[in-house]
């Protein structure tokens, strides 16, 4: 009897891990006008590249560097895992606005979701990466 309570428990279990990971197609997917927003008055074509040096520097390793459009890069990073952590999945969104100004959006995601010691929010590493960056 208690076999088959555990054969009906386990898909329920892996359908449940399975909706809590993130994943690198589930952060594209996500409105671009998602995370923490900082702007810049640099151009794009100065903020864009500082942007993808900001993240190497914070410690994440870039998987994918995109243009969706002429006025838009998107960089996917992760924090890879640890002993402590899944690791995170990081999205930087690099948008010239229609004001002048270029706006960095970062956002994060744990890779799983009841992982609380990931760092949940690399944000703060990257803004200050790349204002020492633009600084120069």
């Known amino acids: ?8 428990f386990q898909p329920a279990v892996v359908a449940l891990i399975a909706t ?3 994943s690198s197609g589930g952060m594209r997917s996500q409105p671009l ?4 927003a900082k702007f810049y ?7 864009a590249p500082a942007a993808r ?9 870039v998987n994918a ?33 229609p004001e002048g100004a270029v706006v960095v ?8 979701a009841t992982n609380v010691t990931a760092k949940g929010d690399w944000s703060g590493p990257i803004f200050e990466q790349l ?5 120069q």
């Not at 008055?41 to 903020?47: D, E, G, M, R, Y």
Request: charged letters at 20%.
């Open 1 to 8: 009897m208690v076999s088959h309570v555990r054969k009906g």
């Open 20 to 22: 809590a990971c993130a």
């Open 33 to 36: 006008d998602v995370g923490e």
């Open 41 to 47: 008055a640099a151009p794009l074509n100065t903020v």
């Open 53 to 61: 040096q900001a993240v190497l520097a914070a410690g994440l390793d």
């Open 65 to 97: 560097v995109s243009q969706p459009d002429s006025l838009t890069w998107m960089i996917m990073a992760k924090k890879g895992m640890s002993l402590f952590s899944y690791g995170d999945l990081v999205r930087v969104v690099v948008q010239q606005t």
């Open 105 to 112: 959006r970062v956002f994060t995601k744990r890779r799983l």
């Open 131 to 135: 204002d020492h960056i633009l600084a």
